[in-house]
């Protein structure tokens, strides 16, 4: 509204419930014409007339749906809009995309593999429905992934249905359809996302990080612990950054009668420290490209005026090392072994422990050796975000909006 409208008067709200009606009207009182800005059903402008203000105009202006931006707030209101600028290129398309070294990509890059039928959810990792992983067939609400699948099994009862959970959703949204698969035999395999975070929606704590949002550290709620305590009996472990040990988690799980579990661990890149970037070799690169349809990752692209002995004149790949964190996906994809990750760049800090230590498959029945690591108040890899709050990263911090009123 500000760069809309510089010279008008704005009452700004923070908190739209309880509405702060009487500062409204307070505010009201002060201006000669009153209309109401808000994005979606007019919530504010229903409440406002209720209570008796007068409103000049409100969503007969600005329409019930889109987002509202400085153009088309000026237009509804009847303004001339500024002179713009035209660039005269077309531009090309970028489409949303995980980040380079997101550890989803992993899992993903095995779900295409086995062509399995996928059942989503709502996160970081929807963008595993995109080309060239296409993996994910379905996409409802949070939590819905686990139920949708039983529901296929039970439709076609001789095919193996999975669903994917990000391990702050399994906490929030997962845990009913978790018992559900328990209570009533659903063979599904349940692949939990762990990263050690909320990444999409900013970083947030949730049970499994041991960090609460106030500040104070308590014992992580360990999902392994909690998958065993409503019934899972198959319980295996992989690094997503690792492919091979990844395909043979996945084949344990879907190998087993009833439900399963995959616990995917490796931290979200915003909170592991980047490696040294993979490099290209010019001598092996043959311009196969299969470096970027498999795995769609944004820190690799294709120079078509390159030249190699293997590659002629079709082109190499080339690394973005500004992207890059050495992940190593890029590597294990590679036929011709033309990507490299330096083996010298080692882990330094807790973060980069977390982030590149190798697990093996572990069943929900190895007890002795899950206390044993779960002593260590780490369920999974949640001592990563314990390590970044120390240092005031996400996770460390909360902030909060109150109402207020500002005049121009």
Do not use: W
């Not at 001339?80 to 890059?109: I, Y």
């Not at 990444?199 to 106030?214: K, N, R, Y």
């Not at 915003?270 to 498999?294: M, N, Y």
């Not at 780490?378 to 970044?388: F, H, N, Y």
Request: aromatic share 6%; net charge negative; hydrophobic share 40%.
């Amino acid at each position: 509204m500000r760069e809309a409208f510089p010279n008008a008067s704005v009452f700004k709200i923070g908190m739209v419930y309880p509405l702060p009606i009487e500062r409204i009207r307070a505010f009201a009182a002060k201006v000669d014409r009153l209309y109401v800005i808000e994005e979606l059903d007019p919530f504010i402008e229903t409440a406002m007339r209720a209570a008796g203000i007068a409103i000049a105009g409100g969503k007969d202006r600005t329409g019930l749906l889109g987002e509202l931006s400085q153009y088309r707030v000026r237009r509804a209101m009847g303004a001339s809009l500024p002179p713009t600028k035209t660039l005269g290129e077309n531009l090309p398309g970028r489409p949303p995309v995980m980040c380079a070294g997101c550890p989803h990509r992993g899992l993903f890059t095995v779900l295409s593999r086995l062509k399995l039928t996928v059942f989503g959810d709502i996160g970081c990792y929807t963008l595993g429905n995109a080309k060239p992983l296409d993996a994910v067939d379905t996409c409802l609400c949070m939590g819905a992934g686990i139920t949708m699948a039983q529901g296929f099994a039970v439709a076609e009862p001789g095919k193996k249905h999975v669903a994917f959970v990000g391990d702050s959703t399994f906490f929030a949204s997962g845990l009913p359809g978790i018992v559900n698969a328990v209570y009533n035999g659903h063979d599904v395999t349940v692949c939990v996302l762990d990263n050690a975070t909320t990444a999409m929606t900013g970083s947030q704590p949730h049970p499994g990080t041991g960090v609460t949002l106030m500040g104070p550290r308590r014992a992580p709620v360990s999902i392994e612990r909690v998958l065993q305590a409503v019934g899972f009996e198959c319980i295996v472990h992989a690094d997503p950054l690792d492919l091979d040990a990844s395909v043979a988690a996945a084949t344990e799980a879907l190998a087993f009668e009833g439900p399963s579990a995959i616990l995917f661990e490796s931290p979200c890149v915003q909170l592991a420290r980047p490696g040294a970037p993979a490099a290209v070799d010019a001598d092996a690169c043959t311009g196969c490209k299969k470096c970027i349809t498999e795995i769609g990752c944004p820190g690799i692209g294709f120079d078509g005026d390159a030249r190699g002995p293997k590659s002629g004149e079709r082109g190499q790949a080339f690394v973005d090392a500004s992207l890059c964190n050495g992940c190593g996906l890029c590597v294990q994809v590679c036929p011709f072994d033309a990507l490299r990750v330096p083996s010298a760049c080692q882990p330094t800090d807790a973060v980069d422990a977390a982030a590149s230590r190798s697990t093996r498959p572990r069943r929900a029945d190895e007890g002795s050796r899950t206390e044993v690591r779960h002593a260590s108040a780490s369920p999974s890899i949640s001592g990563t975000a314990e390590t970044l709050a120390d240092v005031g990263g996400p996770g460390a911090s909360d902030e909060s909006a109150a109402e207020g009123d500002t005049h121009a």
